[in-house]
């Protein structure tokens, strides 16, 4: 079933304003994947603030030009799936990883600011931690001075108590 003129306006409108806060795109044939488990891809990438879209080639090719995207037009050919993120690692992850659990997902290209990069890349930064990992890293390193002091200045009072605790026992002793 073909789809209106208003609706392909729609669709392409729709596509203009994913990829315009997206960072980063991805592109992989979908061809002997089930329903089942491109839904499982969809929610997959749901949980992780990626946009998965299947748009119809032409209809793709008019959604990313003007954009910084436009270096993909000439590789929407076949049944292509179109994963972005304000993200590029968590796409890249979300993809790599279904990928390589499910051999009939072919990652062709991607997009990182308005250059494109190829599967072995798009595979590199699938490796890198992601945001909240690297957040969690500032945090625990900008946190440590501060627990090293804490701990330090706790030193003092906790060494005066032993002190007087071991010369209070010594004290007993001498009177026992």
């Known amino acids: 079933m073909s789809l209106s003129i208003d ?3 729609a669709v392409v409108s729709e596509a203009v304003q994913i990829f315009s806060a997206a960072q980063a795109a991805v592109l992989a044939e979908y061809r002997g994947l089930s329903v089942a488990q491109i839904t499982e891809l969809r929610s997959e990438a749901r949980n992780n603030g990626v946009d998965i879209r299947v748009v119809k080639n032409t209809l793709a090719r008019r959604s990313v030009s003007g954009t910084p995207f436009e270096c993909l037009a000439d590789h929407f050919v076949g049944p292509v799936l179109i994963s972005s993120a304000g993200d590029p690692i968590a ?81 007993q002793a001498e009177l026992a």
Do not use: C, W
């Not at 599967?119 to 090293?148: C, F, H, V, W, Y």
């Open 7 to 9: 609706q392909k306006k």
């Open 91 to 171: 796409v890249a992850k979300v993809v790599s990883k279904f990928a390589k659990d499910h051999e009939a997902l072919k990652i062709m290209v991607g997009v990182m600011n308005g250059d494109l990069i190829d599967k072995s890349t798009i595979q590199m930064l699938a490796k890198l931690p992601g945001r909240d990992e690297l957040l969690a890293t500032l945090m625990a390193t900008m946190n440590a001075p501060l627990e090293k002091f804490v701990r330090t200045l706790n030193e003092v009072p906790g060494k005066l108590v032993r002190t007087m605790a071991a010369y209070r026992d010594s004290r």
